[in-house]
């Protein structure tokens, strides 16, 4: 016994660090793991991607770019919040 | 708390340098990319065009010219630095007679600036003087003139892209293979794996991090090139190597169109961001359990 209590207590080398950034949610619709930055990252990345596709292929057809703004929006909100 | 509080105190120079060199010129450039500002123009003010650039760039026969061959220019010249970058840190990784000398000799062209390499290469491939085409011509009765030839000149530009840069990706691979433990290959030989096997199974998944990186470095690097083309090709002939970063220098600084050159570095920056992202999404990160 007092072996035993002489010995230190080990180190839990696996315990993670304080300050990992924003946990990782729920499994969404996408198929990686997401936090909720990662989800605001690729709802911007289809923003601006749907924003040059509009100018280029609907714009011309008298679409306004607004309409694209709004899409982008409402999709966004939807990946942040489901994805 | 205190180590904490030291942290962010030691990281403050760092955080300061990088918010003035890298945030506020980004922020300058997206802000400058919604207006119209020609400083040498009849009007020199910068005036508000909301997305007026972004909407002559999706037309802009020139800039889609100028993507086409960039991605093709990225394609060859990361994947041919990969492949050999690989092969010589395997090299590296054996004795042989040499192999300190090789290796420094091997890495002069990383230390070297992209102007000069321009310069050394121009010279080694100018049609009346040049090695390169004194030899091809000798040898194989080859007529090398990239300022005729647009695929001459294209291959020129990506084996002078590899020359320079395959150096990184053999020493960042080296350094991967080094960190390797031996035991997952002793079992992976004692279970009677080939080398293929190894390779695939072993060796590829565990420098995955590093090759990613390599890549990452690469891409960033070969999508804004613009120093080496612009001394070898100048972009020509014609356009067919008129890559991106050579297209924003013409755009900006003979025409000073300011406002559409930082709406082209815009969608630069963002297919680079997009294209890294992509390439870790596919190799690394990890997957939703469903």
């Given amino acids: ?83 | 708390m205190q180590s904490n509080r030291l942290g962010w105190i030691l990281l403050a120079p760092s955080l300061l340098i990088l918010f003035l060199f890298g945030v506020v010129p980004f922020l300058y450039v997206a802000w400058l990319s919604f207006h119209q500002w020609n400083p040498f123009a009849a009007n020199p003010d910068i005036i508000y065009n909301g997305a007026e650039n972004f909407r002559r760039l999706v037309f802009d026969a020139a800039f889609l010219a100028s993507l086409g061959v960039t991605i093709a220019f990225v394609f060859f010249a990361v994947v041919s630095e990969l492949i050999l970058g690989y092969v010589l840190a395997q090299a590296f990784m054996k004795d042989f007679p040499g192999k300190a000398i090789f290796r420094t000799i091997h890495t002069l062209p990383l230390i070297m600036a992209p102007i000069i390499v321009g310069s050394i290469w121009k010279l080694m491939t100018t049609p009346s003087i040049g090695i390169i085409p004194n030899l091809l011509d000798t040898w194989f009765g080859l007529d090398l003139n990239i300022g005729q030839s647009a695929a001459a000149a294209f291959a020129v530009t990506v084996i002078m892209d590899v020359w320079h840069w395959t150096p990184l990706v053999t020493l960042t691979l080296i350094a991967a293979l080094v960190s390797l433990p031996p035991d997952p290959f002793e079992q992976a030989q004692i279970d009677g794996a080939n080398k293929r096997q190894i390779f695939w199974h072993i060796t590829l998944p565990m420098i995955a991090p590093a090759v990613v990186a390599t890549v990452f470095i690469r891409l960033m690097d070969a999508l804004r090139t613009v120093d080496e083309v612009l001394m070898l090709t100048g972009g020509g002939p014609g356009s067919a190597t008129r890559y991106l970063g050579v297209h924003i220098f013409k755009e900006v600084f003979p025409r000073t169109n300011y406002g559409y050159g930082s709406a082209i570095s815009v969608i630069v920056l963002y297919l680079t961001i997009v294209a890294c992202w992509l390439l870790y999404v596919s190799m690394l990160a990890p997957r939703n359990q469903k």
């Avoid at chain 1, 230190?8 to 080398?13: C, K, L, N």
């Avoid at chain 1, 793991?33 to 714009?59: G, K, M, P, Q």
């Fill in chain 1, 1 to 83: 016994m007092a072996d035993q209590k002489d010995l230190e207590t080990p180190i839990d080398i696996l315990e993670p660090d304080e300050d990992t950034g924003p946990a990782p949610g729920a499994a969404g619709f996408l198929p990686i793991e997401t936090n909720w930055f990662d989800r605001i990252f690729i709802s911007v990345v289809i923003w601006v991607a749907l924003s040059l596709f509009w100018l280029r292929f609907i714009e011309p057809a008298g679409l306004s770019l607004n309409f694209a703004h709004v899409i982008a929006v409402i999709l966004g909100i939807f990946i942040v919040w489901k994805g």
